[in-house]
């Protein structure tokens, strides 16, 4: 099926080949060139051709140009009925992660405002999806019914704000079943009682699984979660329910706050956001090996896109790197990381998505992709290269040294203060900063 697709600033015509593509043997993507497109029943590659030789249409440009992006401006009240009609309704439009939600009554919302000094007018977020071009904006007041239909609370509300305003998808519109992560930094974690401790990501905790909610929700909202429309993951990825969503345990940690690193202050309060497609969890360490030779086995099965990782240590685990193995900073292990865990060249090469992806950056010259692309297919390569790419948080209970070893690669963090209600950080004396109470009764 031949469509068009904004490129830059250039309508890009694609032809749709049947699937799947990844995995597939050459063999088998030749037929799919050489064979009929499955909806249109002509060759793929007489619609290639074409598409490429033929001028574009003046209607699909016109489409295409920006001044026709889709603005999403519905607001829809719905009209007094059934709890059960009522949540029916919303799972119909897609406005629901497919599990029941808390409706945003009035009041409902109004008490959620009362978490933030911004006016209930005020843009928080303008997101894009690519696939239809439409371009959802919420304002405070939009976000306060999504926080509402999520569970949370006013205390809640600045995270959520925060989440919004990095412009951020929970769900991604691809073949592959991308997961995404939430990481609060700063005074807040302690104020509304952010998990960073046992059980971090599992869900025990209030706080940790409404926030995740809350942003898997806004990317519903918006259009993201449309099957064969804008996502398209053959699978999916559970972890999208609350997107893993915990604090650092800056506590317990020995090593600089994640949110520091990045240029904040420490008293700032922060959320960072991550997404990624693999997630290995750790065993225990062997009595032979090191705790830096366990993750660079891990690291080592892998195969990295451009140096991305993100390691989640308990913090025992970064105190016996640090006091036992040498490394004064998370910085230190990234650069052994990057200089030890090595693949060969042939098995790196070999991968879809790295082929897919970096090849292309091989053929152009660029290093070190071009002498990895010209090495002996057994040539051992550093493909965690570049170590201000490879992400440490630290995140759990103390209860075993364990960790989790990602792709995630880093997208943003956003300030959550600028969203807190209107007594000020500064004013705090009892460390509540302005917060109301949580919640105990969602039926009032």
């Known amino acids: 099926m031949t469509d ?7 309508p890009l015509p694609f ?30 590659i007489d619609e290639i051709i074409e598409a490429l030789t033929k001028p574009i249409a003046k209607e699909a440009i016109d489409l295409y140009s920006s001044d026709n ?3 999403n401006t519905e607001r829809v009240v719905l009209q007094p009925d059934t709890e059960e009609n009522l949540q029916s309704e919303f799972y119909k439009r897609g406005w629901t992660d497919g599990l029941p939600i808390i409706l945003p009554t009035e009041e409902r919302v109004n008490r959620m405002l009362s978490g933030t000094a911004a006016s209930p007018d005020k843009l928080v977020s ?57 990481l609060v930094n700063g005074p807040i974690r302690n104020e509304i009682g952010i998990n960073a401790g046992i ?79 693999n997630m290995l969890n750790s065993l225990h360490c062997a009595a032979s090996r090191t705790v830096g030779e366990e993750i660079d086995l891990q690291l080592s099965v ?27 900073t998370k910085q230190d292990f990234c650069r052994w990381l990057s200089t030890n865990v090595k693949i060969p060249a042939g098995r790196y090469w070999r991968t879809d998505y790295i082929d897919m992806l970096v090849a292309s950056q091989a053929d152009q010259g660029v290093e070190p992709y071009a002498s990895w ?34 792709d995630y690669r ?18 705090c004396q009892d460390g509540s900063c302005g917060l109301p109470d949580a919640p105990t009764d969602y039926d009032k």
């Open 373 to 406: 692309k010209k090495a002996p297919e057994d040539e051992m390569i550093p493909h965690y290269h570049n170590p201000d790419n490879i992400n440490i948080i630290i995140v759990g209970g103390e209860t075993s040294p364990l960790w989790k070893t990602s």
């Open 126 to 182: 303008e997101v894009m999806q690519p696939e239809t071009k439409e371009v959802t904006r919420n304002t405070v007041a939009d976000i306060a019914v999504i926080a509402v239909m999520a569970g949370a609370g006013p205390e809640h509300f600045p995270v959520i704000l925060a989440l919004a305003a990095t412009n951020q998808s929970a769900l991604t519109p691809s073949t592959t079943p991308f997961a995404a992560m939430i």
């Open 4 to 10: 068009v697709m904004k490129n830059a600033s250039m």
């Open 15 to 44: 032809v749709f080949t049947p699937h799947p593509v990844v995995g597939m043997a050459p063999e088998t993507l030749d037929r799919y060139i050489t064979g009929n497109d499955p909806d249109t029943h002509k060759p793929v």
């Open 69 to 71: 992006v889709k603005i």
């Open 410 to 427: 880093y997208i943003t963090s956003a300030s959550i203060d600028q969203w807190r209600p209107a007594k000020s950080v500064d004013q």
């Open 199 to 277: 059980g971090a990501y599992s869900p025990l905790n209030k706080a940790n699984s409404v926030i995740g909610r809350a942003w898997t929700l806004m990317s519903a909202c918006a259009g993201f979660n449309k099957p064969e429309r804008t996502f398209w993951s053959a699978q999916g990825n559970n972890l999208t329910y609350n997107s893993m969503c915990a604090a650092e345990n800056e506590e317990k940690s020995v090593w600089t706050p994640f949110h520091v690193q990045k240029g904040f202050r420490a008293e700032e309060s922060v959320v960072s956001v991550f997404r990624g497609w």
């Open 302 to 328: 892998i195969p990295a896109l451009n140096s991305n990782a993100t390691i989640i240590m308990d913090p025992s685990v970064a105190k016996n790197l640090k006091e036992n193995e040498g490394f004064q």
